[in-house]
């Protein structure tokens, strides 16, 4: 990777990248435990196919600590938008969406999945989304607390049904959905 204003002296290297939709891409396959929205099985699906291309299969190999870092300006927009308009009916939301209304907890299920020990950090970037995770990946490689990172990015428009028909690269400014995964190593102190 060159170097970026995140990572100066450019010591994180691209160990593999995926995104969703890439061509021929439906809808992700849904995520056992997750209703309603897109954004867990967008999350899960980008990270199989990233994940995948690195190592070939689950699990990763073992003796690495591998973090992942999920970072989205908006979170989960469909389960938030359906526990509002379910609390404002003066009902109440079920059981799963009180799970699944953390990002973290689909960044936990790819890490359990993948048998990955590292941390797992989400982030609600106040700027350049790309640029907000690369350094929370270099820090935690810095520090020690892993060896390699997952970031993924993601962004839904506010109407994302799940469908494939968005654009991917929001995560880059553009608008529509964008589901970017980036399994990044190195790290090392200059």
Known sequence: MSATAADPAGHLAVLAEAAWPEPGDGAPPPVPGY????????????????????????????????????????????????????????????????????????????AARWGLGGPVVCLAPTGDPRAEGIAEVALLLHDGDADRALL??????????????????????????????VLLGGGDAP
Not at 54 to 76: F, I
Not at 77 to 89: G, L, N, P
Not at 152 to 177: F, K, M, N, Y
Request: with cysteine.
């Open 35 to 110: 209703v309603h929205s897109s954004f867990p099985p967008l999350v899960a699906a980008v990270a199989e196919r990233c994940l995948t291309r690195a190592y070939g299969r689950r699990p990763a190999p073992g003796g690495e600590r591998t973090a992942v870092v999920l970072v989205s300006a908006t979170g989960d927009r469909a389960s938030a938008a359906h526990v509002r308009a379910t609390v404002a009916a003066g009902g109440r939301p079920g059981p799963l969406f009180f799970f699944q209304s953390v990002p973290n907890s689909v960044a936990g299920h790819v």
């Open 152 to 181: 993924v990015l993601i962004e839904q428009a506010p109407d994302d049904d799940g469908g494939a028909d968005r654009r991917a690269g929001a995560p880059g400014g553009a608008p529509g959905t964008g589901t970017v995964a």
